[in-house]
């Protein structure tokens, strides 16, 4: 059963979504989902299995819905939540515009943070070893011969980053960048920042 304390925040986020969009339109379809959502993470169908299957037409909010009913709930029950994306695109939809608005609407205060797929770095011990591998060239690593912007962002990669938001800490000039570039007269000027 839903307690009243996430019912009172579902509604508040809800209100506060409303006053906080021009062109926001009440959604049938989304009501129903967040009340689904938070439903079944409150064990209401199944205290056993908190499983909820759910598909939504474009436009529907689908994005909103999930995070109004699983972090209202979560929040209200000091748990975690995780979402998973399929897409690039949609976790930066969540990251750069649905969390930050949403923190704004809802009542309670709550953190997230990034998690990014192992794909989506580079093996820094692999990379070295084909940058270092006796008669290898760049070309190993590349079906075609790469342009200067793609060997610049791979040997880039190799720094240490600050955390999961794809900022690296230095500058391009440090040992690594030199020592994978093979050029000496590479330009080390380049800020070290990846998008």
Do not use: H, W
Request: proline fraction near 6%; glycine fraction near 8%.
């Amino acid at each position: 059963m839903l307690s009243p304390s996430v019912k009172k925040d579902i509604r508040s986020s809800y209100e506060n979504l409303k006053s906080q969009l021009q062109n926001f339109i009440p959604r049938k379809a989304q009501n129903y989902l967040v009340a689904e959502i938070a439903k079944t993470l409150a064990g209401e169908y199944n205290p056993k299995r908190r499983i909820l299957v759910a598909e939504a037409g474009t436009g529907i909010g689908k994005s909103m819905a999930y995070l109004m009913g699983s972090i209202s709930f979560a929040v209200n029950n000091n748990k975690k939540v995780v979402v998973s994306t399929a897409t690039v695109a949609l976790q930066e939809q969540l990251i750069e515009k649905d969390l930050p608005l949403f923190r704004r609407v809802v009542p309670k205060e709550f953190s997230f943070v990034l998690a990014k797929g192992r794909q989506r770095y580079c093996c820094s011990q692999k990379l070295a070893g084909a940058a270092d591998a006796e008669g290898a060239s760049q070309q190993v690593l590349f079906a075609d011969k790469p342009r200067r912007p793609t060997l610049i962002l791979s040997t880039i990669s190799m720094m240490p980053t600050t955390g999961g938001n794809g900022m690296v800490t230095g500058t391009a000039g440090q040992k690594p960048f030199r020592t994978l570039s093979g050029n000496p007269s590479f330009p080390t000027n380049i800020p070290a920042i990846l998008a």
